[in-house]
């Protein structure tokens, strides 16, 4: 019988093995054996995965691939990515091909605005509050000199504070809605710092505040963090060609590009197809997030409400043909940085930033929201063509063939069987069975 247990945290790592696969696992001599194969061999290196996280029992690894040929405003990137589904990294890797000849892909930063708010009630009315706030406004700047003056001097800090009614929809509250500019950092640690400086100034120089009758002057703060929607923290990436460079066939060139823009148009007014349009963009966004050490749920989160933001969830992606050329494009909110956090700590995480040439946080936003533009290109037009199982199934192929125990000579015959094949489940394993069988 399984028992709750005392003190977990402060087991070494050996007794939370030990007490997870005596408990937990049908046979706790392989469960032990197979955490300790993906423990590093490399004392410092498993030390720093440690203190990553809490009660570390091994590591957790995910392939790290390469999709090269990414020609980003001239410049030439192999940009690094960590996932674990199949096809994604080749997609991305056909796509930059495929664009390479074709000029590129061109970006552009509209803006690298990150938001805080501080949310309290206050009983009282917005007028006397209202006067208040613009009484206490420089000071909410001046007691915060200590935690910016490092990110000022690299250009950054805080850009504004605002006091936001929003009693309308809920009785009594308030919010101090405030703008920052973090730079190469992603901020958050620097924000809610800056944020839970405000809720203490606010809170303290209500009591004092003589227009305060008492029971206004009790602000009481509910609670002080990070906004992960960045709506004004946005880049656009875009492709474009003439209609004829599309295909050698003028006839299938301008099926395809018409084609191309009916499947965006879909995605732009059917929630249940913009849904998979966009995971099709975030299996790049996420994976080359996830390489470079940023945080891609807090991405994923402000993504997807900015794909929201008109009143129904649609495509992240645009595409549009004027006077013979096909143009397609992505626009999103990306709060990324490439310092601080696992950018400095984390060895491959550092060594994919220098393989991306040591990027600026705005850099990084470029190569993800191509990363993203590429890996969405690459799915509507295996959509629109081949359809998409025909190469997904292809680069499954492996994952099938591994579960079926497939010896490397096998895997060789199978893979070259399939070439010309269509590669189902079914299929595959028919196929592996008759080999196994000759």
């Known amino acids: ?97 495929f664009w390479l000849k074709r000029g590129g892909f061109k970006t552009t930063i509209i803006g690298t605005e990150k938001i805080g708010q501080v949310h309290f009630i206050y009983k009282g009315g917005f007028k006397k509050l209202n006067s208040f706030f613009k009484t206490i406004k420089p000071k909410l700047f001046s007691e915060t000199t200590a935690i910016t003056s490092n990110m000022k001097k690299r250009g950054g800090g805080i850009s504004d504070i605002k006091l936001i009614d929003k009693t309308a929809k809920l009785d009594h509250y308030y919010q101090l809605h405030c703008s920052f500019e973090t730079k190469d950092a992603m901020g958050a640690n620097f924000i809610n710092t800056c944020l839970e400086q405000f809720a203490t100034t606010l809170k303290a120089e209500a009591l004092l505040y003589t227009p305060f009758e008492e029971h206004e002057k009790n602000i009481e703060i509910v609670m002080s963090i990070l906004s992960n929607y960045v709506p004004n923290c946005l880049v656009r990436a875009e492709v474009s060609c003439p209609i004829a460079e599309l295909s050698p066939d003028i006839n299938k060139a301008n099926a395809f590009a018409t084609k191309m823009v009916q499947a965006v148009q879909i995605a732009k007014i059917e929630p249940y197809r913009a849904v998979t349009h966009n995971k099709g963009i975030m299996n790049g966004i996420d994976a080359v997030i996830l390489a470079t050490g940023n945080d891609f749920r807090a991405v994923e989160a402000g993504v997807h409400a900015y794909a929201s933001r008109n009143g129904s969830y649609a495509s992240l992606t645009d595409a549009a043909i004027n006077n013979g050329v096909f143009k397609f494009w992505i626009q999103l909110p990306l709060a990324l940085g490439t310092v601080g956090g696992l950018t400095s700590l984390h060895p491959l995480v550092k060594l994919a930033l220098e393989i991306l040439q040591k990027p600026s946080a705005k850099e990084l936003m470029q190569i993800v929201a191509v990363a993203g533009l590429a890996q969405n290109f690459a799915a509507l037009r295996s959509l629109v063509t081949t359809g998409i199982q025909k190469g997904h199934m292809k680069m499954h192929l492996l994952n099938i063939l591994n579960q079926l125990g497939a010896t490397q000579e096998e895997k060789n015959t199978l893979t070259h069987h399939f070439k010309n094949n269509a590669a189902t489940h079914n299929a595959v394993v028919q196929a592996f069975n008759n080999l196994r069988k000759q």
């Open 1 to 97: 019988m399984i028992v709750p247990i005392e003190g977990f945290s402060k087991l070494t790592k050996e007794e939370k093995i030990d007490w997870v696969v005596e408990q937990y696992t049908q046979d706790s001599k392989s469960a032990k054996a197979l955490l300790k194969r993906y423990l590093n061999a490399d004392s410092t290196v498993q030390k720093l995965h440690d203190e990553f996280i809490e009660n570390t029992i091994t590591n957790y690894y995910l392939p790290l691939g390469i999709a090269p040929n990414f020609l980003i405003n001239d410049k030439l990137y192999a940009i690094p990515m960590a996932i674990e589904e199949s096809s994604v990294v080749a997609a991305a890797s056909k796509a930059s091909k």
